[in-house]
């Protein structure tokens, strides 16, 4: 279902749960994860890892991965239980820059026993008999994917962000953005980066102009060498966010978005780049989960902030037209034609739930 109105950039548009075109799900095998909640997932050269998370038994430390480019089409998770060095304490909430086949993770709410209490640990509760602690880290912890270990990267200067969970992190060129998340009863707005080459942090950076309204379980996605959107995310009001921002980091300034919808607000959600610069937004929910959980959101949001190529644009037309001219397209070159038809395809089954949706309107009107 696509929404017409002002295409001054950016502009959206949502996929309902019928969004069939590109969805396929595939059973998987091995030593699967359990089912967690604040887990933190990341992708390198096609594998994807899972750390962490939170569960019925508590907080955990444990990292999985799958090889989801395989070519016999099955998925087999492998809990790493080989690996040098010590991994960071059980948490969750915690996020991730992937860089040079490493992830660094940063942050997180978890536990830690009294011996391990250390300065980048801020104190929730206690249980004094068992000497257990919880409460919320800004520590920085270092997988090597190539050498399968763990270490803790000395920092080398600056000052680091005040611990936090629910916050975001992306990666532009060798510089690890985080922004936002809640320690304690206060969520924040702040933007820091840290040099993943020098281990140095920036500090909280200095923002001219506008900026967005302080927030946890939102997301940051890179959209340009120099260019970050953020979406979303739950307020220090406890309200569920459906605003946009791009940042700027060369001028360090923010730019809310317009023509936004305010009607589908979005919170613990993920986001990804797509091939045509576009930002999808899949999942998570639109209540404050705190409080309010009338179910999580299967559609997909998807945000244009810059136009689209001369030959997507193209694509989209001749899908859009495939009767008018389909003896026309025929004569296109075997590889053009196989995207045609995939176009074709999207717009009919586009052009169907549409249908639909209409044919369900009238029925209730009538009604």
């Known amino acids: 279902m696509e929404f017409k109105g002002n295409f001054n950039l950016p502009f959206w548009k949502v996929m309902g749960p019928c969004y069939s075109c590109c969805r396929t799900m595939h059973l998987m095998e091995g030593e699967l994860p359990t089912s967690m909640s604040g887990s933190c997932g990341a992708c390198v050269h096609g594998k994807l890892y899972i750390f962490g998370g939170y569960d019925d038994k508590g907080y955990s430390n444990r990292l999985y991965f799958v090889n989801l480019r395989t070519r016999d089409g099955t998925y087999v998770w492998k809990k790493i239980t080989s690996f040098e060095g010590q991994p960071p304490t059980p948490r969750d909430k915690l996020s991730c820059w992937v860089y040079k086949d490493r992830l660094i993770y940063f942050g997180g709410y978890g536990c830690r026993r009294h011996s391990e209490l250390q300065d980048c640990f801020d104190v929730h509760d206690a249980s004094w008999e068992e000497q257990m602690f919880w409460g919320w880290h800004n520590d920085v912890h270092v997988f090597d994917t190539k ?114 919808p305010k009607t589908r607000p979005r919170l613990w959600h993920t986001a990804c780049l797509g091939k045509e610069n576009e930002i999808m937004v899949f999942g998570g929910s639109k209540d404050d989960l705190l409080s309010l959980d009338t179910g999580h959101c299967n559609d997909l949001l998807i945000f244009q902030t810059q136009p689209y190529s001369l030959l997507r644009s193209c694509l989209d037309c001749i899908g859009k037209n495939a009767i008018i001219l389909e003896r026309q397209i025929s004569l296109l070159p075997p590889k053009l034609l196989q995207q045609v038809l995939k176009k074709i395809t999207f717009w009919t089954a586009a052009n169907h739930r549409e249908e639909q949706r209409a044919q369900k309107e009238e029925s209730e009107n009538k009604y």
């Open 147 to 260: 050498t399968q270990s763990w270490f803790q990267p000395e920092i080398q200067g600056g000052a680091p962000p005040q611990p936090r969970a629910a916050h975001t992190c992306a990666v532009l060129g060798n510089k690890g953005y985080v922004f936002g998340g809640r320690v304690l009863q206060t969520r924040m707005n702040d933007l820091h980066y840290l040099n993943l080459d020098t281990w140095t942090w920036s500090g909280r950076i200095p923002v001219t102009g506008e900026n967005p309204k302080h927030r946890s379980w939102h997301t940051l996605t890179p959209i340009a060498d120099d260019k970050l959107f953020l979406f979303g995310g739950l307020s220090a009001d406890n309200i569920p966010l459906s605003d946009g921002w791009i940042h700027n980091v060369i001028t360090n300034c923010w730019k809310q978005l317009t023509h936004l």
